[in-house]
């Protein structure tokens, strides 16, 4: 395919100047990011607004859609997962996942994932390439067009949390600039207050958000109390070892607004890393720290081949249960989508489980003539 400009990876003050390097006036520009970002259109020929020549300059030149659709599953949860390719072939995953109060898309920043944490199923694929800033805002357009139908505002607003395939801070700033134009409020207005990122954590990237203004919220993924214990489940651990992440984290903690808190995930193995013992470990860490954060609970997502299974849902308890008998703010996440391979550490392009045969028609007329999948 011959190499085109995204559009979709460009800020509004970019596409200006872009529309002006073709000889157009500003506005065009304005309007090209309204079209792509507001009303979500993902190809030049909706665009009507624009005249027909200049349409078919663009197309010569740009693009506003690289991603394509291969498959689109549907949990029992009413969760929705969306396999994606990219121009040169690679998987792209997105979930959706509908909720009481505010929806949520969890969207993926690299195919595959260089880091090995062994309770991963995208760790299995390794790292195919980190994805571009306009992929990463083709996957949000993508899921919000699929679950209200293209262009219709979005009822309560979303959520988005990057803890998809890949460890976002290994693709730093393509992401930060795909929450910028996220940001705009001519476009998607998501604002980064609406965002949370995970790490595994990738020290310098966090010292490094925390300088951001306006940055999204952040969430470790712990996994585990010890050093001897975390290198073994998330390899990155010898890299950066606890006492490290841990410092970069009370450091973070200067940067929280009021009311601000940032979380640690916990997955909970089966017989690995869920005992009273390690209970009390992880409350002397975080307490050590001084950290006031959240720890949120995550019994496993088994799939196979990976080698563990859920902790049992009174070990979860227990575990909880010391943690705020020490003073740690303790949740238990319930795995939604896991009967798609949409749940956490189970996006691996797996290709099973039902395959929708056709949009929700009641929603939204156009939907179906936009999507045709
Ligand atoms: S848990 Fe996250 S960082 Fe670890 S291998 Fe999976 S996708 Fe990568």
Request: neutral net charge; glycine residues 6%; charged residues 25%.
């Amino acid at each position: 395919m011959k190499d085109v400009v995204n559009l979709a990876g460009l800020t509004e003050p970019e596409l200006i100047s872009f529309a002006e390097t073709l000889g157009e006036p500003a506005y065009r520009g304005r309007q090209i990011f309204a079209a792509m970002q507001h009303r979500r259109l993902r190809s030049f020929d909706q665009m009507t607004d624009l005249p027909k020549a200049f349409r078919e300059k663009l197309s010569e030149q740009a693009t506003v859609a690289t991603l394509t659709l291969e498959s689109r599953y549907l949990s029992e949860d009413g969760t929705r997962r969306y396999l994606m390719k990219t121009n040169d072939n690679l998987p792209v995953e997105t979930v959706f996942i509908p909720e009481e109060r505010r929806d949520t898309i969890c969207f993926s920043s690299q195919s595959g994932c260089p880091l090995q944490c062994t309770f991963c199923l995208t760790a299995q694929l390794g790292l195919l390439r980190s994805l571009s800033s306009g992929e990463i805002v083709e996957q949000i357009i993508f899921a919000l067009n699929d679950a209200y139908g293209p262009g219709v505002k979005v009822p309560r607003g979303v959520n988005l949390v990057g803890m998809g395939a890949g460890e976002p801070f290994l693709n730093f700033d393509p992401l930060m600039k795909a929450l910028r134009i996220m940001a705009n409020p001519e476009g998607l207005f998501i604002v980064p207050n609406r965002v949370t990122i995970s790490t595994a954590g990738i020290v310098p990237r966090i010292q490094e958000l925390a300088t951001i203004a306006d940055r999204p919220h952040l969430a470790i993924s712990l996994a585990a109390p010890t050093d001897e214990l975390r290198d073994e489940l998330m390899p990155i651990n010898k890299r950066w070892p606890l006492e490290e992440l841990l410092a970069a984290c009370k450091e973070f903690e200067k940067s929280l607004k009021p009311g601000e808190r940032f979380t640690f995930e916990y997955v909970m193995l089966d017989g690995i890393n869920d005992s009273d013992q390690h209970a009390r470990q992880l409350a002397n860490l975080l307490n050590r720290h001084g950290l006031s954060a959240k720890v949120n609970l995550i019994p496993h997502n088994p799939a196979d081949p990976l080698p563990y299974l859920p902790s049992h849902p009174e070990r979860v308890e227990s575990f909880k249960a010391l943690l705020e008998s020490k003073g740690i703010h303790a949740f238990v996440r319930q795995p939604r989508g896991r009967d798609i391979y949409a749940a956490c550490g189970q996006l691996a392009a797996r290709r099973e489980k039902l395959i929708l045969p056709q949009l929700d028609e009641n929603r939204n007329q156009d939907r179906k003539a936009a999507f045709p999948i």
